[in-house]
């Protein structure tokens, strides 16, 4: 089968511009170019299917979803909505009140927070047809556990007083449904915002992605990576999991580099290790839930991650080694 | 007289839809009162989870995404 967008990028740098790409600006930019077609094709179509059937997969429905259920069938729910629901960041806050006012458990809720921005349908995609399905399944299965072993961390720490008082205190008022997009026309339009305004906020974030993608294949050589990130070095693991925590990106812009540190011989683990700790743990995440937790709740959870990732890491350099 | 709130705390989409209703209701002569809330109790006491959240006399009509012009062009003629 003909790939696309590598037959764009072929087209461009090696017939139009005369570009070598085994050479480093040749590399790089070939890179840049395939990735840069690929993932925002794929960004767009995605989001605009999705999109179409958002409305089934409304926050207050979620909520309806996991409230009142066992913590047997409500860890498995809340885990898999978070990973088929990207809400944008800012929704945590809602959500996480929302949830813990319906009387779903404080486990169960940073079950889904773990979940949804490190797992979710665009990353999942455009990781299955840049790096191979078998990465892609790898990282899910993998953050889905991680996510379910958090919140069942978190539950049986019986950590309910770090929540700060006034979540406790706020009344939800019945959901009154906001009514949804009928025709398919009008879930059309819906769709379409959808991808433009995730495009407006994810762009950036996702050339930047490329761009250090592009540079890494291009231009830094193999032999920088076996001697500082082979699976020899034992602190490479916990090095890219720190490296991650302050690091802001989406699963998605995190792609390009894991792709490109990947082919570079860097291992498995440690990618893995280092791409959900960019997506998973941030600043501007930290600083979110500081609305709604206290430092001690947020140190644990940023504690348990990063054992949870640096885990991850190694046990899987150890698998494929 | 219509009271018209929008819900939402940050993205930047509540201050779009802000804007989209106090140029159409410019543009369709129709007196509003626009305010925006960003109190995340008051939020989810009307019962929304998703923003931007539009509510007008007292009754949500719409959330989670920026709404169509012609959602809002009903909603002000209605």
Known sequence: ?321 | MKNIKVLGGCCGNCDTVMKMIETQAKNLGVEVALEKVTDMATILGLGVMSTPGVVIDGKVVHSGSVPAPSKIDAWLKG
Not at chain 1, 58 to 87: C, D, H, M, N
Not at chain 1, 177 to 204: F, M
Request: net charge neutral; proline share 5%; glycine share 10%.
């Open chain 1, 1 to 321: 089968m003909i790939d696309p967008f590598k037959f764009l990028a072929d087209l461009l740098t090696i017939r139009l511009l005369g570009l070598d790409v085994t050479q480093s600006l040749g590399g790089a930019l070939h890179f840049f170019i395939e990735d840069t077609a690929k993932i925002f094709f794929l960004l767009a179509l995605i989001v605009f299917v999705i999109g179409l059937f958002r409305s089934m997969m409304s926050p207050e429905r979620v909520r309806k979803l996991i409230g009142g259920k066992r913590r047997i069938v409500a860890y498995p729910a809340a885990v898999g909505l978070g990973a088929v629901t990207p809400f944008c960041s800012c929704s945590s806050i809602p959500l996480f009140i929302g949830f813990l006012e319906a009387g779903i458990p404080l486990g169960v809720t940073m079950s889904f927070l773990i979940a949804s921005p490190m797992i979710n349908e665009i990353a999942v995609i455009i990781l299955a047809s840049s790096i191979g399905l078998e990465f892609a399944v790898l990282y899910v299965v993998t953050g889905l556990t991680v996510g379910l072993i958090g919140g069942l961390l978190i539950d049986g720490m019986k950590l309910e007083r770090y929540v700060e008082d006034y979540v406790w205190k706020i009344h939800m008022g019945e959901a009154a449904l906001p009514e949804h997009p009928e025709s398919w026309a009008e879930r059309a339009a819906y769709a379409w915002g959808e991808v433009k305004s995730i495009l407006k906020r994810l762009w950036l974030y996702v050339f930047i992605g490329i761009g250090i993608g592009a540079f890494l294949h291009g231009y830094v050589p193999q032999e920088f990576f076996t001697q500082y990130a082979s699976a020899d070095n034992p602190f490479a693991v916990p090095l890219a999991v720190l490296m991650g925590i302050p690091l802001y990106g989406s699963a998605t812009s995190v792609i390009p580099v894991a792709e490109a540190l990947l082919a570079k011989g860097v291992p498995v683990g440690t990618v893995l290790a280092l791409m959900m700790s960019i997506a998973a743990l941030s600043l501007p995440e930290v600083i979110m839930l500081k609305q709604v937790i206290k430092p001690q709740l947020i140190a644990i959870f940023v504690g348990i991650l990063a054992v949870a990732f640096i885990f991850v890491g190694y046990g899987f350099n150890f698998i494929f080694s």
